[in-house]
């Protein structure tokens, strides 16, 4: 069965203070793990699909990264307007369609 | 571009009362997929679409129906409703199959089973 675990729950950060969020999996076969961003009351938006291990993809403030094990989101000098639950999940080779969600990061930056 | 909208936003339900959760997108996509999000748990998929007239079930399907009847709409059914339908229902759509095919969410509906 394909697993997701990410960590911290939370994590608050002040303004401009760099920091990673963990995403660890299990699965068969990786096909793509995502990550996205959910504001409150809203559904969640796509960031990024990383690949193979190795694969690295950015944008603004954000850094994905991914190993065989686990991807790590890396947000650089972050401000208040980052602040939201950021997801991973992930698509197994057993699996057609059905993506395997994390729990989630639910990300404060305080200004 | 609307992209995809879901109705109504709340909607609070009897046990035992059937409802129709309706999304619709306006991207042109082949794939939709519903999923349910619960307090402090993961999304899980419920039913997914490939296609016009075409359904099948995702990991949580239980007390759920779907038809797929436009490349549009992709309306979710709840029959009998239980307590345990209480979530945060949200429709998706893609304009490929993952992992490729990027999923693109709707806003979410609330709905509460008393």
């Known amino acids: 069965e394909d697993q997701v675990t990410q960590s911290p729950e939370a994590l608050r950060l002040q303004e401009g203070e760099s920091s990673s969020l963990n995403c660890s999996y299990t699965?068969?076969?990786?096909?793509?793990l995502f990550w996205y961003r959910q504001d409150p009351g809203k559904g969640p938006e796509f960031l990024f699909t990383l690949y193979s291990a190795g694969e690295e993809k950015e944008k603004e403030r954000l850094k994905a990264t991914l190993t065989k094990k686990e991807s790590f989101l890396h947000i650089t000098a972050p401000k208040p307007e980052d602040s939201a639950t950021y997801l991973c999940?992930?698509?197994?080779?057993?699996?057609?369609?059905?993506?395997?969600f994390g729990k989630g990061t639910l990300l404060t930056v305080n200004p | 571009n609307a992209g995809v909208t879901q109705t109504p936003k709340f909607r609070i339900l009897k046990i035992g009362q059937s409802m129709t959760l309706q999304c619709t997108q306006d991207?042109?996509?082949?794939?939709m997929y519903w999923y349910r999000q619960d307090p402090g748990m993961g999304l899980k998929l419920i039913y997914y679409?490939?296609?016009?007239?075409?359904?099948d079930k995702g990991e949580v399907p239980n007390g759920y129906n779907v038809s797929r009847s436009t490349t549009e709409d992709f309306p979710l059914r709840l029959e009998l409703a239980a307590p345990s339908q209480t979530s945060v229902y949200f429709c998706?759509?893609?304009?490929?199959?993952?992992?490729?095919?990027?999923?693109?969410f709707g806003p979410g509906t609330r709905l509460t089973v008393l």
């Open positions: 998706a759509s893609s304009r490929t199959s993952p992992p490729g095919g990027t999923q693109y």
């Open positions: 991207m042109n996509h082949n794939y």
């Open positions: 999940a992930v698509l197994s080779t057993g699996s057609n369609y059905k993506l395997t």
């Open positions: 679409s490939v296609g016009a007239g075409i359904t």
């Open positions: 699965v068969s076969g990786l096909r793509g």
